[in-house]
């Protein structure tokens, strides 16, 4: 599900726009307050009117950019540090009773996540916070979370646009924070919950190399290769969505939450690799042999599978046809005739 309008392109504009206008003004630290153009904007209409009643209010500082938006969930990670990487200092969320209690969790998880890599990257101050007040009997907390400390920012804002899909504009993003970042391990680990962005690990002993997972992969983070038995991952691709781990058979994969800044990460890197297993009968490579041995371990006892028909099961599938119509004693089709 997407929105029709506004799109990520269209918000990443306003964003960058409102940043640069400010900044332009002479404004710095700024804080983007993204809120709902209902709820979200009376309450902050009461904080200012608040604010000019009661001197122990203070309303809406002046380096806090408010931003309407149809849904406060409708942004997530990509477009927040592309509002750091564009010059925020920080990026608040302000929810209310408006949204199920399910968006403020998914949120959070995300906030989490990108908090991480800013940390990180060494970026100092809490850059990302969701803000939740149900009516005016809310108005002193929201008051006090918006006084905060700014967070530490960018020396140079971005020139990138947002972009329609949202991997792009997450890696865009992180270019630019990781360029202007003063430290850059080569590996950030990430919350477990919500994060888009992991490697993989992988269990040699118990995988099969029969490569479900490369099959189940809808970003092709996962690859094989047509001239060896190899399982290759591309951290970039990435997605976290666990597809390839409930795949398995063998239980052999499991996911690893973390943002590696080595050039690896853009690369496919071999996870597993096996020795090939030869036909019998014409030394063709048809499968691994680690595979080959545990299907005829498992099939040794069984009934169907003794003698030649277990022979055949080291056999390619050419081999395997040419032997069943080259048997003497074996049924075929042919062979029977109706009585």
Same mark, same amino acid.
């Not at 477009?79 to 750091?84: E, H, I, P, R, T």
């Not at 290759?232 to 691709?237: D, Q, S």
């Given at each position: 599900m997407t929105y029709a309008y506004p799109r990520a392109s269209e918000q990443g504009l306003k964003i960058k726009t !409102?940043? *640069?206008?400010y900044a332009s003004a002479g404004g710095q630290q700024a804080a983007v307050l993204l809120h709902s153009q209902e709820a979200g904007a009376r309450l902050l209409g009461d904080l200012g009117r608040a604010a000019r009643l009661d001197s122990a209010a203070q309303g809406v500082p002046a380096r806090v950019l408010p931003m309407a938006l149809w849904h406060t969930a409708s942004t997530g990670l990509e477009?927040? !540090?592309? *509002?750091?990487a564009h010059g925020a200092s920080q990026v608040w969320v302000l929810m209310t009773d408006e949204e199920a209690p399910e968006y403020r969790a998914a949120v959070r998880a995300q906030m989490d996540v990108a908090q991480a890599i800013l940390s990180g990257l060494g970026y100092q101050g809490e850059h990302f916070r969701l803000l939740y007040a149900k009516d005016a009997r809310d108005l002193a907390a929201l008051d006090a979370d918006l006084q905060a400390a700014p967070a530490q920012g960018v020396a140079q804002a971005a020139g990138f646009a947002v972009q329609a899909d949202k991997r792009a504009t997450l890696e865009l993003a992180l270019d630019h924070l990781v360029a202007q970042a003063a430290v850059q391990p080569d590996v950030i680990a990430l919350p477990a919950t919500g994060s888009p962005l992991g490697a993989l690990a992988i269990n040699k002993d118990t995988c099969t190399l029969c490569l479900s997972c490369v099959n189940a992969c809808p970003v092709s983070?996962?690859?094989d290769n047509p001239q060896a038995p190899q399982l290759?991952?591309?951290?970039?691709?990435c997605v976290q969505c666990s597809l390839c781990v409930k795949t398995c058979p063998e239980k052999a994969l499991s996911l690893v939450p973390q943002l590696s800044l080595t050039a690896q990460r853009k690369e496919a890197v071999?996870?597993?690799e096996m020795q090939p297993y030869a036909c019998v009968r014409c030394g063709k490579p048809f499968g691994t042999l680690k595979t080959i041995e545990s299907m005829l371990g498992k099939l040794a006892s069984h009934s169907m599978f003794q003698g030649a028909a277990l022979e055949r099961l080291k056999m390619c599938g050419d081999?395997?046809?040419i032997d069943i119509y080259s048997a003497d004693n074996e049924l075929?089709?042919?062979?029977?005739?109706?009585?």
């Open positions: !409102l940043l *640069a206008t477009l927040w !540090l592309s *509002a750091v983070a996962l690859q290759k991952f591309i951290e970039k691709n071999v996870l597993n081999c395997r046809v075929k089709i042919t062979d029977i005739r109706q009585t």
